[in-house]
T-cell receptor, first 118, second 112 residues
């Protein structure tokens, strides 16, 4: 079956530090890949996505590149801010299970808690 | 305007009780979902409805029963609550199956 593995947290950084959160996946097909963010006390928000190999998703200074050869989708940001403190989830969706579209049943990683200090 | 709303935000109840969580979306979406997030933040889909029809039913105890009176609402009823049901429950919706999902703020259920 499909699965997503994220790096263990929590991650604690100082403001303006470089961020990497590792994500690897297992899927039998060609999934779409996502990063979701959950701010304290809120629901999940889609941060960025990539639907095919070598695609780069980007939003709010965050980036992730779909690497089929290493089955990875690592999240990066060059300079984090205190406001980036949140839980980050890597997820995949198998388009074979959703009529060929990019989204569908989401399989999530375990989440990584990020805390950024001033 | 809130796109996906859930009530209540917090729910504290005793073992053995029956409770419901309500979800409403005003996005005109056809598909709605329920997810469970455990104490370690792990998220897992429970159910998915498309135009009031059940399309995903993961291995969830039959004490959990979703009900969709119309495509804007998907409620979750839980019978005979157990300690292990304590979690945050998220509702989500998408334009239709296979499209981007929008999440509600969550309902924190605590069973004592």
């Amino acid at each position: 079956g499909n699965s997503v593995t994220q790096m263990e947290g929590p991650v604690t950084l100082s403001e303006e530090a470089f961020l990497t959160i590792n994500c690897t996946y297992t899927a039998t097909g060609y999934p779409s890949l996502f990063w979701y963010v959950q701010y304290p006390g809120e629901g999940l928000q889609l941060l960025l996505k990539a639907t095919k190999a070598d695609d780069k998703g980007s939003n709010k200074g965050f980036e992730a590149t779909y690497r089929k050869e290493t089955t990875s989708f690592h999240l990066e940001k060059g300079s984090v801010q205190v406001s980036d403190s949140a839980v980050y989830f890597c997820a995949l969706s198998d388009p074979r299970l959703s009529g060929g579209t990019s989204y569908g049943k989401l399989t999530f990683g375990q989440g990584t808690i990020l805390t950024v200090h001033p | 305007d809130t796109a996906v709303s859930q009530t209540p935000k917090y729910l504290v109840t005793q073992m053995g009780n029956d409770k419901s969580i309500k979800c409403e979306q005003n996005l005109g979406h056809d598909t709605m979902y329920w997810y469970k997030q455990d104490s370690k933040k792990f998220l897992k889909i429970m159910f998915s409805y498309n135009n009031k029809e059940l399309i995903i039913n993961e291995t969830v105890p039959n004490r959990f029963s979703p009900k969709s009176p119309d495509k804007a609402h998907l409620n979750l009823h839980i019978n005979s609550l157990e300690l292990g049901d304590s979690a945050v429950y998220f509702c989500a919706s998408s334009q239709r199956e296979g499209y981007e999902q929008y999440f509600g703020p969550g309902t924190r259920l605590t069973v004592t």
